[in-house]
């Protein structure tokens, strides 16, 4: 890796393998080596996950001035309406893509396209492209499927990247400064360290749920990408912002599934569990208009209050008025996991609580994936490009995902031919195995505890600083830790969530309102004008953060 290597010779590194990832790495495939990187198994991430569906703006009672208006309507006055047109603009393109590619949307021939469109939280029409209630799945099998019969893509399963290589990992002084060329990676199960030298590398990572106790997120949302950028010297932009979904299962044997928001969207009521102070009554009349399809900020907050209020442990989501047959054929996957569970919510409704979901914020890009490092982009959850604002539309992410994905993999193939500079190896020469791993699982559990009971859907001031001071406790112990052991994935996943966590609540301490998704108990009322909140890394190790 130490030798001078003509980029045209050298591979594009996509780190992660979910619908952004792959959506890359298909695009380039046509022309270029790409390398495909996951930490656990090709199968496992959020995209697989993912229940309710795609935007389309497909029927022509629909538009696209109609979806930018519910984007940056759901958003909170923080969405860039360049950004909302340019994906609403491409959403028809992007739906076509994923048919094309043969993924199994639920039909209805008078539909368009073919295609049955359900409605979410936020949006004023039929717009959301679905495969029964497992979209995301049916999505990244199809995808991952094109990608292992693809000879130009090499798929790593448990490989985690550790670091990029930038300037300060050459042997020599260069003249093009700021540049990304590569990664360090950990290849797992051979507990060795690899410089992988790249023309370009893509971050598509995912989001960061599992810096909180309760998430609804797979085990790989820690972060990575956003971590990395931000050591690597890249801004990231409004992290105060994570979306709790409303509606996560409660259940002692499973707390991480998702109760899809298309059940509300299909008429699913939300209620009080029958209790001393309670008797099964409707709650959310008392807190929005739009009842159950109020964005999912307003629906989460009004969960957390009534929970709080009541002293109740989770509320209830019932569907059963929907009648057996049309929960069956709609909702199957969430049928049939709460069946096994001893629910059947064709005769009784489904105990919910809020969970962290997604991240609005993250690595600041354009429209091409393009980051503040030359031949470094970032496509998906891990990214800041002012879509989703202070609160995520539903169903917008894997929308931005292949919308973002395909530009990004066009802008890759445009690069110019240059050679890759000496780069220095990782070295292992001072570190030992570590003696035991009870100071990662502690401080892992550590993390997520504070981060739900201080960083959650209500914040406060003084809550915010006691979660920094105890952060930056733990990013101490983990460095030293980092740097007299060799590393293990649960040690690079731990230093990456703290590295976010404390992105997190420095945006938070920034913010001086409530909006959207970030709700102070201490600034109540919104600020007339609308600004993001972008952090910038210095060389110094020292932090600029401003509201821009």
Request: charged residues 25%.
């Amino acid at each position: 890796m130490t030798q001078k290597q003509h980029f045209s010779e050298l591979p594009i590194l996509v780190i992660g393998a979910g619908l952004a990832g792959l959506t890359v790495a298909l695009h380039l495939a046509e022309q270029h080596r790409v390398i495909v990187m996951a930490k656990r198994t090709l199968g496992e991430g959020a995209t697989a996950w993912a229940q309710g569906g795609i935007v389309g703006v497909l029927d022509e009672q629909d538009s696209i001035e109609a979806h930018v208006a519910d984007t940056v309507k759901a958003g909170a006055g923080l969405v860039l309406e360049s950004t909302a047109r340019y994906i609403a603009e491409n959403s028809a393109s992007a739906v076509a893509w994923l048919i094309e590619q043969g993924v199994p949307f639920t039909g209805d021939e008078s539909g368009p396209l073919g295609l049955h469109l359900t409605r979410e939280g936020g949006h004023s029409h039929r717009r959301i492209a679905h495969a029964a209630d497992s979209t995301g799945k049916a999505i990244h099998t199809v995808l991952l499927d094109q990608a292992r019969t693809n000879p130009n893509i090499q798929l790593l399963e448990n490989w985690i990247a550790l670091d990029l290589i930038t300037d300060k990992n050459l042997e020599t002084k260069i003249s093009e400064p700021n540049r990304c060329y590569g990664a360090y990676a950990l290849d797992i199960l051979n507990k060795k360290v690899e410089t992988i030298a790249a023309k370009a590398v893509v971050l598509a990572t995912g989001g960061l749920g599992k810096v909180y106790r309760y998430t609804s997120n797979p085990d790989t949302a820690t972060g990575d990408g956003v971590a990395m950028a931000w050591r690597a010297g890249c801004r990231i932009g409004n992290m105060e912002f994570v979306q709790f979904h409303p509606t996560c299962l409660y259940h002692p044997s499973d707390r991480t599934f998702l109760i899809t928001e298309a059940l509300r969207g299909e008429g699913g009521i939300l209620k009080l569990p029958d209790s001393a102070s309670t008797k099964g009554e409707r709650f959310m009349s008392s807190h929005d208009e739009r009842l159950e399809l109020a964005p999912r900020d307003i629906v989460a907050r009004a969960i957390d209050f009534e929970m709080k209020k009541h002293g109740l442990d989770y509320v209830l989501l019932d569907a059963t008025h929907l009648g057996a047959d049309f929960i069956r054929e709609h909702f199957p996957m969430i049928y049939a996991r709460c069946l096994s569970l001893g629910i059947d919510i064709t005769k009784e409704p489904i105990p919910v609580v809020p969970a962290a979901h997604y991240a609005c914020g993250g690595i600041v890009t354009d429209l091409k994936g393009r980051t503040d490092l030359a031949g470094l982009y970032a496509v998906g959850e891990a990214t800041y490009t002012g879509l989703h604002g202070a609160n995520r539309l539903a169903s917008n992410s894997l929308l931005e995902c292949v919308v973002i994905g395909k530009a990004a993999a066009a802008d890759i193939a445009q690069q110019v031919s240059a050679t890759s500079p000496p780069i220095r190896l990782w070295d292992e020469s001072k570190v030992e195995d570590a003696d035991e791993q009870v100071v990662i699982a502690h401080n892992w559990d550590e993390l997520r505890s504070l981060m739900w009971n201080y960083v959650g859907i209500v914040r406060t001031n003084r809550r915010l600083e006691r979660a920094l001071h105890r952060i930056q406790l733990l990013r101490s112990e983990v460095q030293e830790y980092y740097s007299n052991f060799r590393v293990t994935r649960d040690l690079i996943e731990l230093r990456n969530l703290l590295e976010c966590a404390e992105l997190i609540v420095r945006s938070a301490l920034m913010r001086k309102e409530s909006r959207g998704l970030h709700y102070s108990r201490d600034y109540p009322n919104s600020l007339a004008k609308a600004s993001p909140t972008i952090l910038t890394p210095e060389l110094s190790g020292k932090t600029v953060a401003k509201v821009a």
